[in-house]
T-cell receptor
């Protein structure tokens, strides 16, 4: 079955530390993956998608088909990065979301 | 331009009742998707409408239904409410159907079933 797994419910780091939010997927085919973010009291919004191969707000994510992973990384965390992060997989024109990881960045 | 709006924002219903939630997409967007968010199951896809037609449906019972109007506004209906239907219901709009292009989410409707 198609599935997205985010193993960490909470990730706490200090400002300036590197961040890696883990995402693993299960998909029979060529996957299309996304990261969505929800800041406090804001709406869920798209952060980045792997087909764009872009860096947004210093975040990058590389699709690793061998490890079936799409981890979200940032070299130096900022306090404003504190939010809920969801990894999502496109499956026949709908999104399957992981359960999310809350990132806390302490000053 | 105005974002996706959802009404009402909060709703309390009792078991057995039915409820209708409304979603107004961003102007020009013709695709509307609905999601249910709960602490236990996370975000789960309900259905997607494009040009007044349901394109896709998630694994939810028939008590969950929806429709889309010619102005792209969408409603979802849940009949014979159960306690487990308590959730945040999110809708998202996009220019074209499918999630490849950015979906813009609304603030959600918090439904509590007692």
């Amino acid at each position: 079955a198609q599935r997205v797994t985010q193993p960490e419910k909470l990730l706490s780091v200090f400002k300036g530390a590197p961040v890696e939010l883990k995402c693993n997927y299960s998909y029979s085919g060529s996957p299309e993956l996304f990261w969505y973010v929800q800041y406090s009291r804001q709406r869920l919004q798209l952060l980045l998608r792997h087909i764009s191969r872009e860096s947004i707000k210093g975040f990058t994510a590389d699709l690793n088909k061998g490890e079936t992973s799409f981890h979200l990384k940032k070299p130096f965390a900022q306090e404003e990065d504190s939010a809920m992060y969801y990894c999502a997989l496109k499956d026949t024109d709908k999104l399957i979301f992981g359960t999310g990881t809350r990132l806390q960045v302490f000053p | 331009k105005a974002g996706v709006t959802q009404t009402p924002r909060y709703l309390i219903k009792t078991r057995g009742q039915q409820v209708t939630l409304s979603c107004s997409p961003i102007s020009g967007h013709r695709s509307v998707s609905w999601y249910q968010q709960t602490p236990g199951q996370g975000l789960q896809f309900l259905f997607e409408y494009f040009s007044e037609t349901q394109r896709n449906k998630g694994n939810f019972p028939g008590r969950f239904s929806g429709r889309q109007f010619s102005n792209s506004r969408s409603e979802m209906n849940v009949s014979t409410l159960e306690l487990g239907d308590s959730a945040l219901y999110l809708c998202a709009s996009s220019l074209v159907p499918g999630p490849t292009y950015e979906q813009y989410f609304g603030p959600g409707t918090r439904l509590t079933v007692t």
